[in-house]
């Protein structure tokens, strides 16, 4: 028993199966919200199931739980895979398993019946909060003394981008989270909204990002069989990421009283992300433009080019929307929740789901049992999402102007009703990919065909 955890690459293939369980669940939850919002007096008596409840149990299910948890996972391996070493240590990679997942099921179990401190991304309540710090540390050790004891002398963009994913969280995390008041993990009044809105945005930008950018740059090479375009860039784009996205948070609250020179720093900053994001798009798209159809013919790489189309599209979105005036129009409606899916899913989701699909062959020996359900996943959640995008910005769009002449908030909703009844529908095919994933990852461990030696070490030594 004890030797499964010491078992090389078990806590990474670990990772990467919890986080499509993840996925399952929370789109689960997505459901239930979804089916709310369109006929509140669904199953009316389940205190667990009402939408104040279900909704924060879907969001941080699927970012810590799903794009977070499987985007650990295919670090793990690419860790000591790119630094030609075995990861420090298997049992504290375990013990990370155990404290991170102890967090997100803190969710389902304890949001769902009322234990949460209510703040947005910052919902987990304080033991939970330890719980993922612990996490975080064992990820830091474990990442830094595998550095140390690396048998490559170069230090590749992903390797920097996995270990600063983690020293960043350990810093920011407490401080939106408030983890020195206990009780509430809140501070009084106005500054509250500041501090949760520091996590709040370090999350997809200083967790989720770093992760997933980390993990295209591992794949797309890879499967391109080239070397990456160009590793100073690479690095250019990741200093440019520490130096702007730290402090931009208060976009999220440019139409409250936070102090004006707040919101010009999160705004110019807003509008610079530009640069980094052009940098890692430009270095990828460089490295594979030569070679579309390895990329696009690989089920895998397709859903990480895929997860850097859509980073494309988020980030051109993202700083328009950060703009005071154009914000007045596009905040508090459906046209920023369009935002955030294609954000978590469609770059974070996207990266994740495809680097899983990579990374499972090289950690079990196993081909996959079915490249065509990985397409089919594609497919159900491409055309799932491009909906979601469609239905959601123009609902936000007929909500954000009617608000701005004057109309009330009740009297725009049976306006937007089709288009939450659509999103509940195009929520259907999300979770159906879901479950073909789940499924797929399944069958590829227990009936995946094992490939010859010759075979794997081919496919390990790929480029
Ligand atoms: C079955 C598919 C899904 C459905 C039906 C669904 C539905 C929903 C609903 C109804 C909300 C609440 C919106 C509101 O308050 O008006 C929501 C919020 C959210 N969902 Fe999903 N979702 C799905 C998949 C996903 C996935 C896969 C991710 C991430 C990987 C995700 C991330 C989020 C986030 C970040 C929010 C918060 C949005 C905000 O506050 O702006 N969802 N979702
Ligand atoms: C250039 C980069 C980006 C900029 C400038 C940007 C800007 C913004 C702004 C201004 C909002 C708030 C909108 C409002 O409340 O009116 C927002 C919301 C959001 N963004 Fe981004 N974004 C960027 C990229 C990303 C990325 C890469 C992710 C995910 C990895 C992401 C995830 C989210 C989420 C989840 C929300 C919803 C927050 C909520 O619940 O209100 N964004 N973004």
């Given at each position: 028993m004890i030797k499964f955890f010491y078992k090389p690459k078990g806590a990474a293939l670990a990772f990467m199966v919890a986080g499509a369980a993840w996925f399952a669940v929370g789109a689960v939850?997505?459901?239930?919200?979804?089916?709310?919002?369109?006929?509140?007096?669904?199953?009316?008596?389940?205190?667990?199931?009402?939408?104040?409840?279900?909704?924060?149990?879907?969001?941080?299910?699927?970012?810590?739980?799903?794009?977070?948890?499987?985007?650990?996972?295919?670090?793990?391996?690419?860790?000591?895979?790119?630094?030609?070493?075995?990861?420090?240590?298997?049992?504290?990679?375990?013990?990370?398993?155990?404290?991170?997942?102890?967090?997100?099921?803190?969710?389902?179990?304890?949001?769902?019946?009322?234990?949460?401190?209510?703040?947005?991304?910052?919902?987990?309540?304080?033991?939970a909060d330890v719980s993922l710090m612990l996490a975080a540390v064992c990820l830091i050790v474990n990442t830094v003394l595998t550095i140390v004891n690396r048998n490559e002398q170069q230090l590749y963009v992903s390797v920097w981008y996995f270990m600063a994913a983690f020293l960043w969280t350990a810093g920011n995390y407490p401080l939106g989270n408030v983890m020195w008041h206990p009780a509430t993990g809140a501070m009084p009044g106005l500054i509250d909204s500041i501090f949760l809105w520091f996590w709040g945005h370090n999350l997809p930008g200083l967790l989720i990002t770093p992760?997933?950018?980390?993990?295209?740059?591992?794949?797309?090479?890879?499967?391109?069989?080239?070397?990456?375009?160009?590793?100073?860039?690479?690095?250019?784009g990741f200093w440019l990421l520490v130096a702007l996205y730290t402090h931009i948070g208060g976009h999220h609250v440019l139409q409250s009283p936070i102090p004006n020179w707040l919101k010009t720093v999160s705004v110019v900053d807003s509008i610079s992300m530009v640069l980094p994001v052009s940098i890692v798009v430009m270095n990828l798209w460089m490295t594979a433009r030569h070679f579309g159809a390895r990329i696009w013919g690989d089920p895998a790489a397709r859903f990480v080019m895929g997860g850097v189309v859509w980073y494309v599209v988020t980030c051109i979105q993202g700083p328009l929307q950060s703009l005071p005036f154009l914000q007045r129009v596009t905040h508090f409606n459906n046209w920023t929740v369009g935002h955030a899916h294609i954000a978590m899913l469609g770059f974070g989701g996207y990266i994740a789901l495809g680097a899983m699909w990579h990374i499972v062959p090289l950690v079990t020996g196993r081909e996959l049992y079915s490249q065509k359900l990985v397409s089919l996943q594609f497919g159900l959640i491409t055309f799932g999402l491009t909906g979601f995008f469609l239905v959601l910005t123009a609902a936000g769009l007929i909500q954000g102007t009617a608000w701005h002449n004057g109309e009330t908030v009740y009297r725009v909703l049976p306006q937007i009703a089709p288009f939450m009844a659509s999103r509940a529908a195009l929520g259907v095919f999300i979770l159906t990919g879901s479950l073909v994933g789940l499924f797929n990852l399944f069958m590829t461990l227990r009936h995946g065909r094992v490939m010859e030696v010759q075979q794997l070490r081919h496919a390990e030594e790929a480029a």
């Open positions: 939850y997505g459901m239930f919200s979804a089916i709310h919002l369109v006929a509140p007096e669904f199953l009316p008596h389940l205190a667990p199931l009402v939408f104040g409840r279900e909704r924060p149990v879907h969001v941080n299910t699927m970012l810590y739980g799903f794009v977070g948890t499987m985007l650990i996972g295919a670090g793990l391996y690419y860790l000591p895979a790119l630094l030609k070493t075995r990861l420090w240590s298997e049992p504290l990679a375990w013990v990370a398993f155990a404290f991170w997942n102890l967090t997100i099921a803190s969710g389902p179990l304890g949001f769902a019946f009322g234990f949460t401190q209510g703040r947005e991304y910052n919902e987990y309540v304080w033991l992760l997933a950018t980390g993990a295209a740059y591992f794949v797309i090479p890879r499967v391109s069989r080239t070397p990456l375009n160009s590793h100073t860039l690479s690095l250019l």
